[in-house]
């Protein structure tokens, strides 16, 4: 089993950062695959970005260039820097973890909360 769990979520003004961690532990040798999802109210869960265990990403595009996804293996732990930061993108961030994407391991989430 692999446990994930969130921090650095919070309130900020539009146009801020805040950074998001995941901690894994547990059986995680496996993690091939390490991202985030989120989900606004009233709306489905969707992806914002993955990394692979050599260090390849992928990002939605209503992120691209603005948010960086990173991981420390030797931690085991994966980041998101989240900049220029929008009201729409309020939601829930879910870290996401497996040996494909998405993995069958989720954290508990993490609430991020874009308002002036």
């Known amino acids: 089993q692999v446990q994930l769990v969130e921090s650095g979520g919070g309130l900020v003004q539009p146009g801020g950062s805040l950074r998001l961690s995941c901690a894994a532990s547990?059986?995680?040798?496996?993690?091939?695959?390490m991202g985030w999802y989120r989900q606004a109210p009233g709306k489905g869960r969707e992806s914002v970005a993955v990394?692979?265990?050599?260090?390849?990403?992928n990002y939605a595009a209503s992120v691209k260039d603005r948010f960086t996804i990173s991981r420390d293996n030797a931690k085991n732990t994966v980041y998101l820097q989240m900049t220029s930061l929008k009201p729409e993108d309020t939601a829930v961030y879910y870290c996401?973890?497996?040996?494909?994407?998405?993995?069958?391991?989720w954290g508990q989430g993490t609430q991020v909360t874009v308002s002036s």
């Open positions: 996401n973890a497996g040996v494909k994407y998405p993995g069958n391991f």
């Open positions: 547990g059986t995680i040798f496996s993690l091939n695959f």
């Open positions: 990394i692979t265990s050599g260090g390849s990403t």
